[in-house]
C-alpha cells in the first residue's frame, strides 16, 4: 500500500498500535538537507501510552494528534513517505516541547530532540511572515547582544503596536544599558572556594536583570569568584526549539569559545541550562560543564553564611526545563527552607507545564491562555504570598495570569529570596558593628 495513501499521519491510532521495529518502508518524505527525526530514535517509541496522561496538550483535547505518541506517529509517516505539510505542522507546533513525556518514557524515547528536528523540517512550509519573523529573531536578534540592548531600548516606544498576545508576554521594562561586573570575589574573610563561570543570557540579562545580579551576590557569599565571560550570547535554546538547528550550532560554538577553561559554568535559567547541557549532542565537541545554579548551591552548600529571617510563604513553581530535562526538584526546596521563618508550600499538580514554553504563548495564545490560568489558579490556591521561578519564561507566563486574575502575588527566582535574607543578615552584622563601636 502507497504510505501516502493511509490515514493522515497515524491520527487514529489506537487499536492495534505498535511500534516495533524500523517498519517504515518507502523514500522518506523529509526535506533534503535538513534536520529530521533519526530511524534509531523513531524506533525507540513503543507506543505503550504511559507518556499520554502527563503531556499536557492531550489531557487539554484528548486526541491521539496531539499526544507525544501521535505526533511520533506522524513523524514515522512522514519517514515512510508522506509529505511534511500543514497538518504535519500543526501536530508538531501544538507541542509544548516540555519533556514530560520522557520523564516518565521507559524506553527513554529522546522527544525532545525529535522535536527540534521535525520543526527544522516545518520550517520551510511557514508562511513568508512566520519566516521573516523567525529569521529576524533568531538569525539577527537573540545571536547579537548589541540588536537584543536595541530591542529593550524601543520595547517602550514600539509596545503600544504590538500585537496583544505579544505585548502580554513582553515584560514592561528591561534594562538595556546595565551591565555585569566582569569578575566579582567573595567578601572579605570569606575563604575563596573556587571560580565559576555565569551565563548573563539574552532574555534572562536584559528583563531579568536582577536576578544575575542576585545570583552572583549569593554565589560571593559563599565563597564563589564569579566571572562573566566576554563574548557570550543566546544559549541557542530558542531557536533549536523552533527549527533553527543551525543558529543554534553557531551560538554553542560561541558558547564553548566564550567559556573556554571554565571550571564550572552557571546557569539561572531552567531553559538556558537544560539546552545547554545536551550541547555535545547538538555539536560534538562543544560540551561544557554546565550546572544549574540551584543544584550546584545545594551540591557544594552555602558556606555557613549567616541568614536573616524572612517570614514569608512561598509556592514552588517547577520549570519543566528544571523538572523534566535536569530532573531538579529537592535542591532549590531545601536551600529555600534554610531560611528562618521561610515557609515552602507546593502547587496542586505542580509538575505540569504552566504554558510559557518559549513563545508558544506567541504562537499558540488559546492553549498557552488555558494552561497559564490553570497554573496561577494553582498557586493563588496555595495561598502564598510569594510564587518562586527559576525561568524567564515561566514567571512572565505566572505574572501574567496572576494579574489577569487580580491576585497580588509576587514573582520570583529562588535566588532572588536567598539573597534577600544574606543581605538582610549582612546589613544586620554591619550594624551590630558599628554600634558596637
Not at 514530560?100 to 530532540?113: K, M, T
Not at 546557569?267 to 544549574?292: F, I, K, W
Not at 515561566?394 to 539573597?419: F, K, N, T
Not at 535574607?421 to 552584622?429: D, E, G, K
Request: aromatic content about 4%; glycine content about 8%.
Amino acid at each position: 500500500m502507497d504510505p501516502k495513501a493511509a490515514s493522515p499521519l497515524g491520527t487514529d491510532l489506537p487499536e492495534g498500535t505498535r511500534f516495533l521495529g524500523t517498519a517504515m518502508l518507502g523514500t522518506p518524505g523529509w526535506r533534503p538537507g535538513r534536520d529530521a527525526p533519526t530511524a534509531d530514535d523513531l524506533s525507540a517509541c513503543v507506543a505503550c501510552g504511559l507518556c499520554l496522561p502527563h503531556c499536557p496538550t492531550y489531557r487539554l483535547t484528548g486526541e491521539e494528534s496531539a499526544s507525544p505518541r501521535g505526533r511520533i506517529a506522524a513523524m514515522r509517516a512522514v519517514a515512510a513517505g508522506a509529505e511534511v505539510e500543514a497538518t504535519f505542522a500543526d501536530f508538531m507546533d501544538r507541542c509544548l516541547v516540555c519533556r514530560a513525556c520522557e520523564d516518565v518514557c521507559p524506553s527513554h524515547v529522546p522527544f525532545g530532540r525529535m522535536m527540534e528536528a521535525a520543526r527544522e523540517q516545518v520550517e520551510p512550509t511557514r508562511s513568508r511572515r512566520s519566516r521573516l519573523a523567525h529569521w529576524l529573531g533568531f538569525h539577527w536578534l537573540l545571536p547579537h547582544p548589541t540588536m537584543v540592548r536595541v530591542a529593550t531600548m524601543l520595547q517602550p516606544i514600539v509596545r503600544p503596536v504590538l500585537p496583544r498576545r505579544v505585548r502580554a508576554v513582553l515584560p514592561r521594562s528591561g534594562a538595556p544599558f546595565a551591565r555585569l561586573p566582569r569578575v566579582s570575589s567573595p567578601p572579605f574573610g570569606v575563604t575563596v572556594r573556587g571560580t565559576v563561570a555565569l551565563l548573563a543570557g539574552c532574555v534572562q540579562d536584559r528583563w531579568f536583570h536582577g536576578v544575575n545580579l542576585a545570583t552572583i551576590r549569593v554565589l560571593t557569599r559563599t565563597g564563589w569568584r564569579v566571572t562573566v565571560p566576554r563574548g557570550q550570547a543566546c544559549c541557542g535554546a530558542l531557536p533549536a526549539h523552533n527549527g533553527r538547528l543551525a543558529v543554534a550550532r553557531r551560538l554553542a560554538a560561541r558558547a564553548h569559545h566564550a567559556f573556554a577553561g571554565a571550571d564550572v559554568v552557571i546557569a539561572n535559567a531552567a531553559g538556558c541550562g537544560a539546552h545547554m547541557q545536551s550541547y555535545d549532542e547538538l555539536l560534538p565537541g562543544t560540551g561544557l560543564p554546565v550546572r544549574d545554579v540551584l543544584a550546584f548551591l545545594h551540591d557544594e552548600g552555602l558556606g555557613g553564611v549567616a541568614m536573616r529571617s524572612l517570614p514569608v510563604t512561598v509556592a514552588y513553581h517547577d520549570a519543566c526545563h528544571a523538572l523534566r530535562a535536569q530532573h531538579i526538584h529537592a535542591a532549590p526546596r531545601a536551600l529555600l527552607r534554610q531560611i528562618p521563618d521561610l515557609r515552602v508550600l507546593e502547587v496542586v499538580d505542580g509538575d505540569r507545564c504552566c504554558g510559557a514554553a518559549g513563545i508558544y504563548a506567541v504562537t499558540q495564545p488559546e492553549t498557552a491562555g488555558v494552561l497559564g490560568s490553570q497554573k496561577a489558579t494553582a498557586v493563588a490556591a496555595t495561598g502564598a504570598s510569594i510564587v518562586a521561578s527559576a525561568n524567564p519564561g515561566c514567571s512572565i507566563q505566572l505574572a501574567v495570569h496572576l494579574r489577569a486574575m487580580g491576585h497580588d502575588v509576587e514573582v520570583v527566582h529562588p535566588i532572588e529570596l536567598l539573597d534577600r535574607a544574606m543581605r538582610q543578615a549582612s546589613s544586620r552584622s554591619a550594624s551590630a558593628t558599628s554600634d558596637a563601636k
